[in-house]
């Protein structure tokens, strides 16, 4: 246990189902002797090792059984069988709040909490200050935790589970809490956390994932499907979502009858099966371009005007086509992207046997960091709320981008003047 935090083998938790409520009491009576219940399986065969100081994530559906899992090592639940082994203090973002005491103000559920997760009295008087300052909540700290608005009570909740300096922290979608600058201060204290410590982060957010996380897994119908680096896994579970389990991989799918573009395509890169790519493929996508300042697809300058060109082939009649991009930093995190639909640009149908080109056109590229991107496309029937996945190509083309300018953060206005302005005495 010295090089791992947490170590599980054959890890399962079953749950007794049953159809009636008297059929507890049967089974009381019976024993083990008749079974009058189902058995269902939240997890199962899980096994699984997490090094210290390792960020791992979790992905996967509603009911896959992440929170089942976190559950478990959170010592909430007890497992059915296998055996789990946790080394360090844990520090849990489930349910924020789930143990206060409404009576109790705020100070006193301060020291309970703290108290429950093993610190000692002393080591709470040390971090209390930090913790009142992190929830901000001012004098309210001395007000029974009843009279506290729901933010309040999240903002106290979470600034306890993080100031306690656990060694292992467990964040269950629990970063949606008070308003959007205390959010940017919680997960700005979780990413610092993450640097040192040992990190189990839950969510549907595949982009906070891939940033967050140095590993993440996926689990599906309390198994785990995949497990490895961040931007793939969130790919594949990306696929797996629009398209469901189809037991093979798609990117290697063939389709029958694939009428080959017409038009010049020389300097066009032309999509096969090397891409990572999923959909129906009743329209697919047979070839991007991006140009930029006469440069043909390796580089694009920011703030020059910037075409991005998709060339589809149409199997079947769409009635209402959506053509998109997106980019993605190397990370794989997005971090810009549009589509006819948003840009209210209507299509109009498509129709089999043709081929088409749609053609992106923006006046002038934004100031993103120097690096590389991934550029990925997709077209769809129907509309942004509901629709059908024809073609999504992960990363159809990679280049660079040249700014300007540094910029501050992930990109930075194109254009900012700045003023000098001398007050009057």
């Known amino acids: 246990m010295t090089d791992f935090a947490v170590q599980a083998r054959d890890l399962g938790k079953c749950y007794q189902i049953y159809e009636k409520p008297v059929d507890r009491l049967r089974q009381a009576i019976w024993r083990g002797r008749k079974q009058f219940y189902r058995e269902f399986w939240a997890i199962r065969d899980i096994s699984l090792n997490i090094r210290k100081g390792e960020t791992l994530g979790i992905i996967g559906s509603n009911g896959s059984g992440k929170s089942t899992l976190l559950q478990l090592i959170c010592g909430i639940l007890t497992p059915t069988e296998g055996e789990l082994n946790v080394s360090g203090r844990i520090s849990a973002l489930l349910e924020l709040g789930a143990g206060f005491s409404p009576e109790f103000t705020g100070r ?23 913790v009142v300052a992190f929830a901000d909540i001012g004098h309210f700290i001395e007000q029974p935790v009843k009279t506290y608005s729901s933010g309040m009570y999240v903002r106290l909740a979470f600034a306890i589970a993080i100031n306690v300096l656990p060694d292992i922290l467990v964040v269950d979608e629990a970063l949606a809490v008070g308003d959007a600058r205390f959010q940017q201060k919680c997960l700005a204290k979780i990413k610092k956390f993450c640097r040192t410590g040992t990190a189990i982060f839950v969510s549907h957010d595949t982009s906070a994932v891939t940033e967050l996380c140095s590993r993440v897994i996926w689990i599906a119908s309390g198994k785990i499907k995949m497990d490895g680096p961040p931007k793939f896994v969130a790919e594949k579970y990306l696929q797996y979502m629009y398209e469901g389990d189809t037991g093979s991989d798609t990117a290697d799918a063939e389709v029958p009858g694939m009428p080959k573009v017409s038009h010049d395509m020389s300097r066009f890169v032309s999509i096969d099966r090397r891409f990572r790519q999923f959909g129906d493929r009743r329209i697919s996508v047979s070839g991007v371009r991006m140009q930029s300042q006469g440069s043909g697809n390796g580089v694009v300058y920011a703030g020059r005007a910037c075409d991005i060109m998709v060339a589809l082939d149409c199997h079947a009649d769409i009635a209402h086509p959506i053509v998109g991009y997106l980019v993605k930093d190397r990370l794989g995190r997005d971090v810009m992207g549009d589509n006819t639909e948003t840009l209210s640009y209507q299509l109009s149908p498509f129709r089999a046997g043709h081929h088409y080109v749609i053609k992106f056109s923006l006046d002038a590229w934004p100031n993103l960091l120097d690096g590389d991107y991934a550029l990925s496309l997709g077209v769809g029937e129907g509309s942004m709320e509901e629709h059908v996945l024809c073609h999504f190509v992960h990363d159809a083309l990679i280049f660079k981008n040249v700014p300007f300018r540094p910029p501050a953060g992930i990109f930075s206005p194109l254009d900012t003047r700045v003023i000098l302005m001398k007050s009057e005495e």
């Open 108 to 130: 006193e559920n301060v020291f309970m909490n703290a108290a429950i997760m093993g610190l000692t009295r002393a080591e709470i008087s040390e971090r209390y200050d930090e």
